[in-house]
Each structure stands twice: as C-alpha cells, then as structure tokens.
C-alpha cells in the first residue's frame, strides 16, 4: 500500500523533473530570471520531498533505479509532447533502465532495510522475516538462481 | 590537458553525489517511515525530525558541490560526455556505497538493475 502510493508520488516527482531538466537547460543559457526557473524550482522541492519520502522506507540502491524512470518519461515527454526524434540508441536506453527497473521492482527489494543497524544481529533474521512475511522471503530464493 | 580535467571535473560530481545520497538515505533511515510518523505525530514533527538531522544537511550539501562541479565540468567538457558519464557512474558508486556504507543488502538482482540502468543512463543521456 505505501509502495503503491510512494510510487505513484515518486513518478508523479520523476515526471516533473523531466519538465525541469527541459526548461533547466534554457534556463541556464538563455536567462535565469525567468517565470519557468521559479515553476521548476518548485516542481523540484515536490520531486525531492517525493525522493525523501521514499527514501525513508525503502533502500537506496532500491529508490535509485526507480527513480531513473525519470529519463525514461523524459525521453517520452519529448517524443510525444515536444515531437522530439528519438533515435534507435536511444530506444535502447530506455529498455535497458525498464528492465533494470523491472529487476527491481519485481524483487523483494521494498523492506529490506534496517538489518544491522540499531538492533543486534542474532535476532534480526527471524524479526526481519516476521515483519516482511514468509511470501517475500520465497520470492527472493525463487527469483534468484543459486 | 583539458580531457584530464574534465574527467577529474566527472570524478568530483560521482563522489559528491554518491557521498550526498549516501547521507540523504541514512538521515531518512533515522528518521524513519515518514509515512507513518506523519499519521502518529503530525506533519510538523516529520518536518522537525528532518531539519534536526544532521546527515541532512551534509547531504544536502554534497549535492550542492556535485550541481556545481556539474556546472564547471560542462564548462569544460561537451555535454555529451559529462551527462552521461557522471549519471551512470554515480548509479554504479551508490550500489557499492551503499553496500559498503549503508549495509544495505545488495544481491546480485539489484547489480544487474544497477548495471542495466547505468548503461541506459548512459545511453539515453548522450
């Protein structure tokens, strides 16, 4: 449930960077005093406090992939929104970050956290297990060949 | 001469922004599902809990130095190069940092989704 709406937050966040990122380039080189720079500066505080919040629940190296969806929307926003050309290279790219988007988002990746940080080794295992329940565990040793 | 520093310009923005998301992820991690301390205790202690850390700020300001050495290293170097290079590096020096920093549980799914998406990265940003 908070992965649902977190996500949601996050690519609502990632859709509005992509926006940024255009009107950032103009910014810089064209001028900084202009209404698009204050619109964006907004948008990427909403992206950050997106980025925060789930950062507080999920693992970095879990947030980050999902976050990269970015580039992706970006590069659709521009293909369907600007009329950009997207080139084969390109389309590529794309593949490769859903798929390794996919990887992530398919594992059990989501609550891994917090192992040995602030509580004592020995009972972590069977606290961690009983928080995330025994269905994440068989996901990871089935999704994963040894 | 100018390839050695815009590398070097490409070295400072990964290690600034590895060292800033390290930090911004263990600052969350203090303070904790803000989802759920937002329904316990308001919105104004989620706020407080963030400002009152200090990994926060250091994050924070190690992504500061990593959007302005960006900012130098595209002085320096084409756009095509800098962009690419830093983003999908950074993804690769957050797995390990992460690992290394974090203890977070890095398994081989989540190499090949780092790995999967630096190569996009570097794809698409180029």
């Not at chain 2, 989802?35 to 500061?64: C, E």
């Not at chain 2, 974090?102 to 398994?107: A, G, M, R």
């Given at each position: 449930?908070?992965?649902?709406?977190?996500?949601?937050?996050?690519?609502?966040g990632m859709?509005q960077t992509g926006?940024i990122s255009?009107?950032?380039?103009?910014?810089?080189?064209?001028?900084?005093?202009?209404?698009?720079?204050?619109?964006?500066?907004?948008?990427?505080?909403?992206f950050?406090?997106?980025?925060?919040?789930?950062?507080?629940?999920?693992?970095?190296?879990?947030?980050?992939?999902?976050?990269?969806?970015g580039?992706?929307?970006?590069?659709?926003?521009?293909?369907?929104?600007?009329?950009?050309?997207?080139?084969?290279?390109?389309?590529?790219?794309?593949?490769?970050?859903?798929?390794?988007?996919?990887?992530?988002?398919?594992?059990?990746?989501?609550?891994?956290?917090?192992?040995?940080?602030?509580?004592?080794?020995?009972?972590?295992?069977?606290?961690?297990?009983?928080?995330?329940?025994?269905?994440?565990?068989?996901?990871?040793?089935?999704?994963?060949?040894? | 001469?100018?390839?050695?520093?815009?590398?070097?310009?490409?070295?400072?923005?990964?290690?600034?922004?590895?060292?800033?998301?390290?930090?911004?992820?263990?600052?969350?991690?203090?303070?904790?599902?803000?989802?759920?301390?937002?329904?316990?205790?308001?919105?104004?202690?989620?706020?407080?809990?963030?400002?009152?850390?200090?990994?926060?700020?250091?994050?924070?300001?190690?992504?500061?130095?990593?959007?302005?050495?960006?900012?130098?290293?595209?002085?320096?170097?084409?756009?095509?190069?800098?962009?690419?290079?830093?983003?999908?590096?950074?993804?690769?020096?957050?797995?390990?940092?992460?690992?290394?920093?974090?203890?977070?549980?890095?398994?081989?799914?989540?190499?090949?989704?780092?790995?999967?998406?630096?190569?996009?990265?570097?794809?698409?940003?180029?």
């Amino acid at each position: 449930m908070f992965a649902a709406a977190g996500d949601s937050m996050l690519s609502h966040g990632m859709k509005q960077t992509g926006n940024i990122s255009l009107h950032h380039l103009q910014g810089i080189l064209l001028a900084v005093l202009n209404p698009w720079v204050a619109v964006g500066i907004v948008l990427l505080l909403a992206f950050f406090a997106a980025y925060m919040n789930a950062l507080s629940w999920a693992d970095l190296t879990y947030v980050l992939p999902a976050t990269s969806l970015g580039y992706v929307l970006l590069a659709l926003v521009a293909k369907f929104a600007l009329h950009e050309e997207v080139s084969p290279l390109r389309w590529v790219g794309i593949a490769l970050i859903s798929g390794g988007v996919g990887f992530v988002a398919g594992g059990p990746a989501l609550t891994a956290h917090e192992h040995d940080q602030d509580s004592p080794p020995p009972l972590l295992p069977a606290k961690d297990a009983a928080r995330n329940g025994a269905p994440t565990e068989e996901v990871v040793s089935s999704g994963v060949p040894r | 001469m100018k390839s050695a520093y815009t590398w070097g310009g490409i070295l400072v923005i990964v290690f600034a922004s590895v060292v800033g998301d390290i930090l911004l992820a263990r600052a969350m991690k203090q303070v904790g599902d803000v989802h759920a301390l937002w329904r316990r205790a308001g919105l104004w202690t989620v706020v407080a809990r963030i400002f009152g850390n200090s990994n926060f700020f250091l994050g924070v300001a190690a992504m500061a130095i990593a959007f302005f050495s960006l900012l130098f290293a595209l002085s320096w170097g084409d756009v095509s190069l800098v962009a690419p290079a830093a983003a999908s590096l950074t993804f690769i020096g957050n797995a390990f940092a992460a690992k290394i920093f974090l203890h977070e549980k890095v398994d081989r799914r989540r190499w090949i989704a780092a790995m999967l998406v630096a190569a996009g990265v570097a794809l698409l940003a180029g």
